[in-house]
């Protein structure tokens, strides 16, 4: 049996989120999986690379939170599509804490 790496449960998803680099306007993706650590997503017709900050919003039940991190890595799927990893650099202790309550139950 395969030890879990990750330091955070994930929550599985297939919302529709968006997301920004910090100056420009926002932009849609679809949200894979997301933990208190961080989120997973795709994104469609952009391009982001592994460093690049971004503000991103999303939907944990009727709450909606808002999120800036790090890309920490960027597959490209097919031609227009990137599979996103994003580290939270900054998620309040509200949002942490409902992301927690979500992936305990």
């Known amino acids: 049996m395969r030890k879990e790496r990750r330091k955070y ?3 599985a998803t297939d919302q529709v989120i968006s997301f920004a680099l910090l100056e420009n306007g926002h932009q849609l993706a679809v ?6 650590g961080g989120i997973r997503f795709h994104a469609i017709g952009c391009e982001l690379e592994v460093g690049d900050r971004i503000r991103v919003t999303f939907n944990v039940g009727e709450r909606t939170l808002e999120a800036i991190g790090v890309v ?6 097919d031609a227009v599509t990137l599979d996103i990893g994003l580290a939270f650099e900054s998620l309040d202790a509200e949002a942490a804490r ?7 139950d």
């Open 9 to 11: 449960p994930r929550i």
């Open 31 to 36: 949200g894979k999986d997301i933990s208190v």
């Open 72 to 77: 920490t890595w960027a597959t490209e799927l």
């Open 98 to 104: 409902i992301l927690e309550e979500v992936a305990d």
